[in-house]
């Protein structure tokens, strides 16, 4: 005889049990790997808009909106030329500065995985590791050196790749130990 007991317990793993297998199959799909190559014109429209993406952000970068100030202002509440006229409103000049260097990291990444491997790939990731660098030597000469939370914008840029990387090794974890 069977208890009403057992078989809501049953029924409870049995639901534990298909959101952990959703939740693997969340983290653990990847384009390249075990789910099958994604066809040629998908990954070309991603590398075009990614690229795109790419060359928006690195222009708003070097030139956020506003320009810079072509004067010096020493009095009190004054700019300092070169520096972003963005930059006099705190918050949302720190919240521009995060949220592009996030879609422009994002996308830099994009395009290394997407040309992962193929002809000419070590070039790729010259230029593209030289135009972050460029990138990022501009945000910080546009930026002041008060009030700017740069350690933000910092992790706005690495935040994709850590991400991937984490991803990368919970995938490993879950390959390497299947659960039942």
Request: net charge neutral.
């Amino acid at each position: 005889m069977t208890n009403i007991n057992d078989n809501h317990v049953d029924d409870h793993s049995n639901i534990i049990s298909r959101i952990g297998k959703c939740i693997k199959q969340w983290f653990i799909q990847d384009f390249d790997q075990n789910s099958g190559e994604l066809d040629a014109a998908f990954k070309n429209n991603m590398l075009v808009v990614a690229t795109l993406i790419v060359a928006v952000t690195f222009q708003t970068g070097i030139n956020p909106p506003g320009g810079a100030w072509q004067d010096t202002k020493v009095e009190p509440g004054g700019h300092e030329a070169g520096k972003a006229i963005l930059a006099s409103l705190h918050l949302p000049y720190n919240l521009f500065l995060i949220l592009n260097t996030l879609a422009f990291s994002m996308s830099t990444q994009i395009i290394l995985m997407l040309v992962y491997n193929k002809k000419l790939y070590f070039e790729v990731v010259v230029a593209t590791v030289s135009m972050v660098a460029t990138y990022g030597m501009a945000v910080w000469s546009l930026s002041p050196d008060k009030d700017v939370k740069l350690r933000y914008v910092f992790m706005a840029a690495l935040f994709p790749y850590v991400w991937r990387l984490s991803f990368q090794t919970f995938k490993t974890f879950f390959i390497n130990y299947p659960t039942k």
